[in-house]
């Protein structure tokens, strides 16, 4: 099983940067997908950024393309979101996830607990 533990959430006023980290841990398939998905109060959980096992391939959400940067280092197990110019509408809850494929069954979709954005205007 894998697990995910995110951090780097916090206050930060408009305008202003944060770097959400997310570290994986157990068994890490060597071909999966991580990314950040945001849920802010009364609306549905939206994908913000996803990224490939190399680096390679990326996918952002229009509303942050420009802002954010996905990188990951896979020595470390780890994904990165680098939010800049940030807007009171990116204000939610994120969530690291973990998708990769598992021979004869459905994926894996794993999910972290989540960590607290807030951009005050």
């Known amino acids: 099983q894998v697990q995910l533990v995110e951090s780097g959430g916090g206050l930060v006023q408009a305008g202003g940067s944060l770097r959400l980290s997310c570290a994986a841990s157990?068994?890490?398939?060597?071909?999966?997908?991580m990314g950040w998905y945001r849920q802010a109060p009364g609306k549905q959980r939206e994908l913000v950024a996803v990224i490939t096992t190399g680096g390679g391939r990326t996918n952002y959400a229009d509303s942050v393309k420009g802002r954010f940067t996905i990188s990951r280092d896979n020595a470390k197990n780890t994904v990165y979101l680098q939010m800049s110019t940030l807007k009171p509408e990116d204000t939610a809850v994120y969530y690291c996830?973990?998708?990769?494929?598992?021979?004869?069954?459905?994926?894996?979709?794993?999910w972290g607990q989540g960590t607290q954005v807030t951009v005050s205007s």
């Open positions: 157990g068994r890490i398939s060597a071909i999966n997908v």
């Open positions: 996830n973990y998708k990769a494929p598992r021979a004869g069954n459905v994926g894996y979709d794993i």
